[in-house]
Structures are given as C-alpha cells and as structure tokens.
C-alpha cells in the first residue's frame, strides 16, 4: 500500500478524455526547481537526477516543493563537513543541478576537491621564480631533474635565477660602441648649439626691437586731446525717415566721386567759334529771370545750368541756337527735379516764340542723347544745406550762401572747382560776412574741406562782389526783403574788404587766372 501511495504521489493525473496529456513522473528536486522544459533537459541528466534525490529523499523530511530550493547547496555542506561521501557523488550532485537551474555555490565557500599529491617546495619555488630579463632576449632551458629530493632541485633552481640574473644586469649594462657614443656626442652638441644660436637669435631680435622703440618718433599725445570731439549731428534725425540719416554719410561720399564726372570742361568756350563767356552770363541771367517766375526749385537752376556747360562741350552751337539750348535745358530739368513741371507751352511763350514746340521737343531729344541720358549731377545745394547743419540752420547765413551760390552758376571762372568745394566757399564767406565765428573742426568735417583748401573760390567769390554789377535780374532778385538783401550787404562787405586786404587779393586773382 504505501509503495501504490508512493507512485500515486508521483504522478500527474490529468484528463484521460485528452489526446495530447500524457502521465509524466515528477521528482521532488524537479518540483524544487519549477517548471522545466523537456526539450531543455538531456537524458543523460534525467537518469542521475533520478539516483540523487531518490537516495536524498527517503531521509529528508516532507516539505513544500518551492520553499526547498537550496537543498542541494545544504546537502554539499553536509558532505563535505562529515567526509563520508566521496567526491564523486558532488560531481553527479553538479550535474543534476545544471539541467535544473540550481545557482552554484560560490568558490570562497567551496572546499578545494583533492588534485592529486604535488611537491609544496616545487610550487613555491615556481611561485618565486623571477621574470626572464628584458634585454636578454634568450629563453631559459628546464633540465629535468630525476630522483632527487626536493630540497636539491630548489637548490639548483635557485642558482640557475642568481646566474640568469647576473646575466641579464650585464647584457643591459653594456657599453654601447665608441662610434655610436661619438655620433650621439655629436648629435647632442650639435643640438646644444642649434638651441644657444636659436637663443642668440631671439636676443639679438629683442636687442633690435628695442632699439627700433628708442629710435621711433613719439608722437605728442597731446594733440588728440586737444582736438575738440566731433559730434553726431546725424543722429538727431534717426525718427525721420526722410533724412535717411543711417546712410547720409555714404551717399554724401558717392556724390563726392559723382561730381567730379558730370563736371563740364572749363574751357570749352575756345572750341566754339560764334560764342564768348559774356554770352553764357547772359543767356544764365535771363535763366534766373525764368526761374523765378516759374518759381521753381533751386536744384532746377543749377542742373539747367550743368545741362548747358556739359553740352557746349561736346557741341559746337551757333548763337541763334543758343537760348534755345537754354529754354531745352531749362524744360529737362524741370521735368528732372520738379513735381510738377512747367508745359512746353509755357517755355515757348517765354522765348517770345522765337521757337516752336516741336522745335523745343527734337532739341530736348538731341540734348539727351549728346549727354548719354546722364542727368545724375550733385547738386550743391545738397552740400549747402549739409553744411548749413553743422551751422545749427542759421537762416540769414544760408541765404547768403544761396546768392553766393548762384554766382557760380554766372560766372565761368567756377566751372573748374566741384560744387562741394563751392558750397564749402559760400557758407565759409556767409559766416564771415556776419561773423558766426571761425571755421572750426565740426564744420571742416561736415563740409569736407579746411580754411586752406576753401581759399582759392573764397578770392573768386569776393572778386565778382567787389566789380561792377554784370548781371541785373540776379542782383535785383536778392536785393528783396525775401532774401534778406542779401546782395546789397555783400556788396557793402566786399567793398570794405577790397580796401583792407586790396593788394592780397589782386595777387590771388592774378595767379588764379593764370594758372
């Protein structure tokens, strides 16, 4: 009965109704383990299993299969504290818990399994045995060594490490021979020296270099200090787009450039056969007349004026053509620089229709294309009021500069200076007149040009006030209450500076219309 209880307890009884179940006998270690697969476990591996824990299970008592996990670690213990088991059955113990995934037991717990007798001494011996030196490159020979105690062959070993030593300190102590100590002799002393000559030549260098110190000019510091800074005008006008005041300063530098290539030759007049200078200051007075009844801009003047001086040097042009070249010149600039230019009608009619409109139109195409349509002139009523900024917009100052501006437009000896250089005169002579102060370095720097360089159109400028009046319709026109009489005090001041300083500026006119 209680082998049929044994068996039953063994098994597994499942569903006889089901085809694939199939009784399968569990042992107690493989119920310690959990649940193992059977394509896993080899058969080899089942059979021993089955020997071990049977032999196991019979004197250990009843417990629960999952809480019996360490049962073989326990086992070893045991074994191994009461020597009864040979080594054998730890072997077998070993490999029934490979297949059942039971964890080792750690190698410091182990007990070291017998290997076999083994001489101590020949171990320590081995275990102290030095290391073949590194220099001698020649491996060491074991002489076998039979039937003899062991206290002998540690004896002989120990002599063989003491002579293979020695050995080994005498290779690496070697001395090299006498031709490889002298070239790296050589090398040495040659590198020494490349380092004293590299040494000498960074001195030598700092020598030179201080000298170079001693030898510069210094320059007097005190100078920039001195020098009044200048201030950013245009930084006033940075809530006005209309100022463009983060581009001022290069458009001003271009118009520089420009005006130098849209000005007309100074001494064109030789080249035309019916023509003289008096005939332009005519023909530009009478401009001034139409002008201001068409009360148009100031740009307008002075570009119909370019207009005329740049095409009366490459054309050559009767004297009956003339003012018609002054009315085309007139009517293109209007259209240039107006918004709302006056009608051909109207430039007809002023001309006492000596010209007829479609006379006025070919002569307007003809002007054009003798200039290659280049109509970009830098006006220098620009320059005026740019400079007329660092003047903080003093009014009576600037219409001074505008009558002195315009006589350039008159006189022909003011065709050879740029209009920057023009504009620069006429405020410099404006603030002279009604002494604003001297030209200082705020006003040099906004104007482009010092007192030395305005010079030459300053001797000009007074000339023409201190003569005889040449032209009537300009002098009447700034001699009005709208332009402050502006022609009048001139007139006044150069007279008395004629006096003053007569001698001097006689000797600068002469010069001047010389060269």
Same mark, same amino acid.
């Given at each position: ?115 076999? +007798? /083994? ?125 463009? +005041? ?27 056969? #019916? ?34 001086? /740049? ?73 005026? /009021? ?19 501006? #315009? ?59 201190? =003569? ?23 007139? /006044? ?8 300083? =007569? ?13």
């Amino acid at each position: 009965m209680a082998g049929n209880a044994r068996s039953l307890r063994g098994r597994i009884v499942t569903n006889e109704n089901d085809e694939n179940a199939g009784s399968q006998r569990v042992t107690r270690a493989k119920a310690a383990a959990g649940p193992v697969d059977a394509a896993e476990v080899p058969k080899k591996a089942l059979t021993t299993t089955k020997r071990s824990t049977t032999t196991t299970a019979a004197a250990q008592p009843k417990r629960r299969a999952l809480a019996n996990v360490s049962n073989v670690a326990k086992a070893e213990e045991a074994s191994s504290k009461e020597n009864k088991k040979p080594a054998a059955s730890k072997a077998s113990v070993a490999k029934a818990a490979q297949p059942t995934r039971v964890t080792k037991q750690s190698q410091a717990n182990k007990t070291r399994p017998a290997l076999g +007798s /083994r001489d101590k001494n020949a171990a320590a011996a081995e275990l102290k045995r030095p290391a073949p030196a590194s220099g001698s490159g020649i491996p060491h020979k074991r002489r076998q060594v039979a039937n003899k105690p062991a206290k002998e062959v540690k004896e002989v070993k120990e002599v063989k490490d003491v002579k293979e030593e020695v050995k080994a300190e005498e290779s690496e102590n070697v001395v090299p021979p006498a031709k490889e100590v002298k070239a790296t002799s050589t090398k040495a002393a040659s590198k020494v020296e490349s380092t004293k000559v590299a040494s000498a030549k960074v001195e030598t260098a700092k020598v030179e270099s201080k000298k170079i110190e001693s030898t510069k000019v210094v320059e007097p510091e005190a100078e920039p200090e001195l020098q009044e800074p200048i201030p950013d005008l245009d930084a006033e006008d940075n809530d006005d787009p209309l100022m463009v +005041s983060e581009y001022v300063v290069e458009i001003f530098e271009y118009l520089k450039q420009l005006e130098i290539a849209t000005m007309a030759n100074p001494k064109y007049m030789d080249d035309q056969n #019916e023509l003289e200078w008096k005939m332009r200051g005519i023909l530009v007075d009478w401009l001034l007349e139409v002008h201001t009844r068409f009360r148009l801009l100031p740009e307008t003047l002075f570009l119909a004026v370019n207009i005329i001086d /740049r095409f009366l040097s490459t054309k050559i042009v009767q004297l009956d053509r003339l003012q018609l070249v002054g009315v085309t010149a007139m009517f293109i600039a209007s259209k240039y620089e107006e918004v709302l230019s006056p009608h051909v009608q109207n430039f007809r009619h002023v001309a006492d229709d000596g010209f007829t409109e479609e006379e006025i139109l070919s002569a307007e195409r003809f002007v054009l294309t003798a200039l290659n349509y280049d109509l970009s002139y830098p006006n220098p009523m620009n320059f005026l /009021r740019r400079i007329s900024k660092a003047d903080n917009y003093d009014i009576q100052t600037r219409t001074l500069g505008k009558y002195l501006l #315009e006589i350039g437009c008159l006189d022909h000896r003011f065709i050879a200076y740029p209009p920057s250089q023009v504009a620069a005169a006429s405020m410099y002579l404006a603030r002279l007149v009604l002494e604003r102060g001297p030209w200082d370095a705020v006003l040099t720097h906004y104007a482009g040009y010092s007192e030395e360089e305005i010079q030459p159109v300053l001797h000009l400028m007074i000339d023409y006030l201190s =003569g005889p009046v040449q032209h009537d319709a300009f002098f009447k026109k700034y001699a009005s209450k709208k332009f402050m009489k502006a022609s009048i005090v001139l007139r /006044r001041w150069s007279k008395e500076y004629v006096i003053q300083y =007569g001698n001097m500026l006689q000797d600068s006119t002469e010069s001047e219309s010389q060269s």
